[in-house]
C-alpha cells in the first residue's frame, strides 16, 4: 500500500514537500513516481525516480522547480515543490512502477489515495 501526504494550501511561489509511504519488503526494488490530476484533467505524469534514486525524470512542466528523492531505509519517496504555480493546484498520487515507460500511467500498477495540493494566485 501507498499513502501520499503533504497536500495543502499554498500561495504562488511558495514550497510543500510530499510523502509517499509504502508498506511492504519489496518498495526498494522498483521505481516509483508522481503523477496529478488538475480539475477537469486527466491524470498526467509529474517525476519519477529509479528504485535506487539515481536516475530521475521529470515533466517539463515541472523541471527545475520540483525533486523528487527517496529513502529506501524509510520506505518513503518524497516530491519537493518550489515556485509553486496556480497550475501546480491538483491533487498528487503516488504510483508503483512495474512496466518499462517511465512517464506512462499504464506502467504504474499500485496508487497512493492522492493529496490535495492548492495553490492560491
Known amino acids: 500500500q501507498l499513502q501520499a501526504s503533504g497536500g495543502g494550501l499554498v500561495q504562488a511561489g511558495g514550497s510543500l514537500r510530499l510523502s509517499c509511504a509504502a508498506s511492504?519488503?519489496?518498495?526498494?526494488?522498483?521505481?516509483m513516481g508522481w503523477f496529478r490530476q488538475g480539475p477537469g484533467k486527466e491524470r498526467e505524469f509529474v517525476s519519477a525516480?529509479?528504485?535506487?534514486?539515481?536516475?530521475?525524470y521529470y515533466a517539463d512542466s515541472v523541471k527545475g522547480r520540483f525533486t523528487i528523492s527517496r529513502d529506501n531505509a524509510k520506505n518513503t519517496f518524497y516530491l519537493q515543490m518550489n515556485s509553486l504555480k496556480p497550475e501546480d493546484t491538483a491533487v498528487y498520487y503516488c504510483?508503483?512502477?512495474?512496466?518499462?515507460?517511465?512517464?506512462?500511467?499504464?506502467?504504474?500498477?499500485?496508487w497512493g489515495q492522492g493529496t490535495l495540493v492548492t495553490v492560491s494566485s
Open positions: 504510483a508503483r512502477k512495474y512496466g518499462t515507460n517511465w512517464y506512462s500511467i499504464l506502467q504504474y500498477d499500485y
Open positions: 511492504g519488503r519489496t518498495f526498494s526494488s522498483y521505481g
Open positions: 525516480i529509479s528504485w535506487n534514486g539515481v536516475v530521475t
